[in-house]
């Protein structure tokens, strides 16, 4: 897909901070000596970020370079990238294609019992949360449900599962979670602490708006050691942290990544149905 250089300066602008034109009122001009804009070298020189510091602008339709500095010096790509994923995605999907997370079911229903297995499907949506499975339970009983006779399976198959975004970024760090075609609360589990006594009461929980489920698929044991901060295993099902006392104070919480996404989501999919 080619961008021209108006929708790729249009999709640069959408990343950045919103500022309203047109009705906002102007500062009064202050008398006094203005400072001529700077130029693109004096910018990188006065930032001592000039030899680290790569671009390249291109207009597509005729292939003339328009600003560049370094590019070809080798650097991670900026935030900034997204905006092609987002456009590629567009491109294909559709601006009106919406992700799905279905509740099927094998059998049929006699006096409020599923005579089969019911299924929690995944389609691959980014930004399913606890919420949005509690309103399916809720679906599930004004259809009449109150029980089955089979099991409750999950189907993550629609995207490949991929356990982390990137291999060099810390195990602890929420942003580093899985990708799986079934994600719940960005595949991650909320880890809460607070100091009681000679010890801490910890929990995690896959929290929302609405509801705050505990989970048992991912546990947490907090430990006298000086380093590291976190460490982890995934052990017969179930994901294992431990966490420095050291580094802990007297309370607080942080989200952290979860590795097996379908385990996660069946589990908190099963409590509230419960």
Do not use: C
């Amino acid at each position: 897909m080619r961008l021209t250089r108006r929708e790729l300066l249009a999709g640069v602008a959408a990343s950045l901070p919103l500022v309203a034109y047109g009705q906002v009122a102007r500062p009064p001009a202050r008398a006094g000596r203005i400072t001529p804009a700077l130029s693109l070298e004096q910018i990188l020189a006065n930032s001592g970020l000039s030899r680290n510091t790569g671009f390249a602008l291109v207009d597509l339709q005729n292939g003339r370079e328009l600003e560049a500095h370094n590019p070809r010096l080798a650097r991670p790509p900026a935030s900034v990238t997204k905006i092609m994923t987002a456009l590629y995605a567009e491109d294909r999907l559709g601006a009106d294609y919406r992700f799905e997370t279905r509740v099927m079911a094998s059998g049929s229903i006699a006096g409020g019992v599923l005579q089969g297995d019911l299924y929690l499907v995944g389609g691959g949506d980014p930004q399913l949360d606890t919420d949005d499975l509690n309103v399916m339970v809720g679906q599930i009983k004004a259809a009449g449900i109150s029980r089955i006779s089979g099991r409750m399976l999950v189907v993550s198959s629609a995207l490949p599962w991929i356990e982390k975004i990137n291999q060099n970024q810390p195990m602890q760090a929420g942003y580093n979670a899985s990708i799986s075609g079934l994600n719940l609360n960005y595949n991650r589990v909320y880890f809460e602490w607070k100091r009681e006594n000679s010890g801490y009461r910890v929990s995690m929980d896959a929290r929302s708006e609405q509801v705050r489920p505990q989970v048992s698929v991912a546990q947490m044991r907090v430990v006298r050691r000086s380093s590291p901060t976190y460490a982890y295993a995934r052990e017969d099902g179930v994901e294992r942290w431990s966490v420095s006392s050291a580094a802990l104070g007297r309370g607080g919480g942080r989200w952290l990544p979860v590795r097996d996404p379908a385990r996660y989501a069946a589990e908190v999919f099963q409590v509230l149905a419960a």
